[in-house]
């Protein structure tokens, strides 16, 4: 098949919805040759922090001079972003070449008895061969919701099981209390793996630590107070590792490397650990601090309190869950005091949306409101009576040209534009900067 063939193909099998279990893609996977063991795997679970932790790890893997893989979801600019080699995005004749020989062996399961594997089971063993076939020396895996029964925990040993931040989201799906969802998640754990958690609230840590005692899983949760702040604006935060205990390494160089200070590009406080959890995944793998410096410093990921424009400053955030907003609430009034902030805002109709113009309303002078162009977009006409009940002026759009208008002519010379919403959202704004789609989701 070709690659509108291919994507005709993804559209039909994506009709199969969710469905939890591994039956259907193990048996796949089994049927490829088992693609998922050929290479190092890093493999992290999450709520909020992903997508930046394997960008700081990918920049610095990239810089000590390793071939990298690295699989995401969702995406933003286009759907070939999920799959990514050495920064770069799969070709479309590269995806209809597996997805053919993918399909092949689709067709045998379900001519023996098989029910069809879901889309992102498909998506992920195309992702799993990509890599195999290109012989990576690692494969970064980002988890699609859960753990447990996502379609990527078919691992036999990760080299490095990852947890960024855990809090509610999917609760459809995950359960409604973090105990369950963090158990959910924690289902990536396999015996005997090194385990590296962000910071987590008490509830999380607790059973985090508990399954990797029953699996014996040696378990690291990093502390972000062990780190100094020498510097924070627009530009990035400057920090120090002051936590570092002097026997971790017999090596002066290194170690006079680790007490240098490290730039992380990537604006919010929450970015302080989630590069922290990145440096410690790094430093397990024995990356040189050269190439772990160099990595951290250069790392950019698209969506995540992105600027893409100057005079007005616009930025780009894909804050979609409670703990999201809260992150970037605290980031408005930190980076933006004293300044007219005007939002643009598009959310999903299955996120608690409510819940977002609560938490970011006392931040936005105006805002301006859009439908997203999927069928899961909540209507502009149901988001901005409940701004506007927040004091906040709102008007609506109809086309991402004219939001930027609206807001533009709001936010004059000095204001700043903040388009938040669902990461599908926020394409249009993205290409502002990028301009070319094969960019680079971390570039």
Same mark, same amino acid.
């Given at each position: 098949?070709?690659?509108?063939? $291919?994507?005709?193909?993804?559209?039909?099998?994506?009709?199969?919805?969710?469905?939890? *279990?591994?039956?259907?893609?193990?048996?796949?996977?089994?049927?490829?040759?088992?693609?998922?063991?050929?290479?190092?795997?890093?493999?992290? $679970?999450?709520? =909020? *922090?992903?997508?930046?932790? !394997?960008? !700081?790890?990918?920049?610095?893997?990239?810089?000590?001079?390793?071939?990298?893989?690295?699989?995401?979801?969702?995406?933003?600019?286009?759907?070939?972003?999920?799959?990514?080699?050495?920064?770069?995005?799969?070709?479309?004749?590269?995806?209809?070449?597996?997805?053919?020989?993918?399909?092949?062996?689709?067709?045998?399961?379900?001519?023996?008895?098989?029910?069809?594997?879901?889309?992102?089971?498909?998506?992920?063993?195309?992702? !799993?061969?990509?890599?195999?076939?290109?012989?990576?020396?690692?494969?970064?895996?980002?988890?699609?919701?859960?753990?447990? +029964?996502?379609?990527?925990?078919?691992?036999?040993?990760?080299?490095?099981?990852?947890?960024? +931040?855990?809090?509610?989201?999917?609760?459809? !799906?995950?359960?409604?209390?973090?105990? @369950?969802?963090?158990?959910? /998640?924690?289902?990536? %754990? @396999?015996?005997?793996?090194?385990?590296?958690?962000?910071?987590?609230?008490?509830?999380?840590?607790?059973?985090?630590?508990?399954?990797?005692?029953?699996?014996?899983?040696?378990?690291?949760?990093?502390?972000?107070?062990?780190?100094?702040?020498?510097?924070?604006?627009?530009?990035?935060?400057?920090?120090?590792?002051?936590?570092?205990?002097?026997?971790?390494?017999?090596?002066?160089?290194?170690?006079?490397?680790?007490?240098?200070?490290?730039?992380?590009?990537?604006?919010?406080?929450?970015?302080?650990?989630?590069?922290?959890?990145? %440096?410690?995944?790094?430093?397990?793998?024995? #990356?040189?601090?050269?190439?772990?410096?160099?990595?951290?410093?250069?790392?950019?990921?698209?969506?995540?309190?992105?600027?893409?424009?100057?005079?007005?400053?616009?930025?780009?955030? *894909?804050?979609?869950?409670?703990?999201?907003?809260?992150?970037?609430?605290?980031?408005?009034? /930190?980076?933006?005091? =004293?300044?007219?902030? #005007?939002?643009? %805002?598009?959310?999903?109709?299955?996120?608690?949306?409510? @819940?977002?113009?609560?938490?970011?309303?006392?931040?936005?002078?105006?805002?301006?409101?859009?439908?997203?162009?999927?069928?899961? *977009?909540?209507?502009?006409?149901?988001?901005?009576?409940?701004?506007?009940?927040?004091?906040?002026?709102?008007?609506?759009?109809?086309?991402? &040209?004219?939001?930027?208008? @609206?807001?533009?002519?709001?936010?004059?010379?000095?204001?700043?534009?903040?388009?938040?919403?669902?990461?599908?959202?926020? &394409?249009?704004?993205? +290409?502002?900067?990028?301009?070319?789609?094969?960019?680079? $989701?971390?570039?």
């Amino acid at each position: 098949m070709n690659y509108l063939e $291919a994507q005709n193909y993804i559209e039909e099998k994506s009709r199969l919805g969710i469905v939890p *279990g591994l039956t259907q893609v193990k048996e796949l996977l089994r049927r490829l040759g088992n693609p998922q063991d050929a290479c190092r795997t890093l493999h992290i $679970a999450g709520t =909020n *922090g992903k997508g930046s932790i !394997f960008a !700081f790890v990918q920049e610095s893997l990239l810089a000590a001079g390793y071939h990298v893989g690295r699989y995401i979801s969702p995406t933003i600019l286009t759907y070939l972003e999920r799959y990514q080699l050495d920064r770069r995005y799969m070709t479309e004749d590269e995806f209809a070449a597996l997805l053919t020989e993918v399909a092949a062996v689709i067709e045998t399961m379900e001519t023996d008895g098989f029910a069809s594997p879901t889309v992102f089971e498909i998506e992920t063993a195309v992702a !799993f061969l990509y890599f195999a076939r290109n012989h990576v020396d690692y494969v970064l895996l980002e988890c699609g919701m859960g753990g447990s +029964q996502d379609a990527t925990n078919v691992l036999a040993k990760p080299e490095v099981c990852v947890f960024a +931040q855990i809090s509610m989201d999917h609760m459809q !799906f995950l359960g409604d209390t973090l105990t @369950k969802i963090a158990t959910e /998640k924690a289902g990536i %754990i @396999k015996p005997y793996t090194t385990v590296i958690c962000a910071p987590q609230v008490r509830e999380v840590s607790k059973v985090l630590r508990e399954i990797c005692e029953v699996q014996h899983a040696s378990y690291i949760e990093v502390n972000p107070s062990d780190w100094e702040v020498v510097q924070m604006n627009l530009d990035g935060t400057e920090v120090v590792d002051c936590g570092m205990n002097p026997d971790e390494t017999n090596m002066d160089a290194d170690m006079d490397q680790r007490q240098q200070p490290y730039h992380i590009p990537l604006l919010g406080e929450h970015q302080i650990a989630n590069a922290q959890t990145a %440096i410690t995944v790094l430093r397990t793998l024995y #990356i040189e601090e050269t190439a772990i410096h160099k990595g951290i410093a250069q790392t950019v990921w698209l969506g995540r309190m992105t600027k893409v424009a100057e005079h007005p400053y616009i930025y780009v955030d *894909g804050a979609h869950n409670v703990a999201a907003w809260e992150y970037l609430r605290t980031s408005v009034e /930190k980076y933006f005091t =004293n300044r007219r902030v #005007i939002y643009i %805002i598009g959310v999903l109709k299955d996120k608690e949306y409510e @819940k977002m113009v609560e938490i970011l309303a006392p931040t936005m002078v105006a805002a301006v409101v859009v439908t997203p162009d999927t069928p899961r *977009g909540l209507p502009k006409e149901i988001l901005a009576p409940l701004i506007q009940a927040q004091g906040v002026p709102v008007q609506l759009a109809d086309t991402s &040209a004219e939001a930027l208008q @609206k807001a533009r002519e709001q936010a004059g010379e000095t204001g700043v534009i903040l388009v938040s919403g669902s990461l599908s959202f926020l &394409a249009e704004y993205l +290409q502002l900067e990028s301009g070319d789609e094969n960019n680079g $989701a971390s570039r």
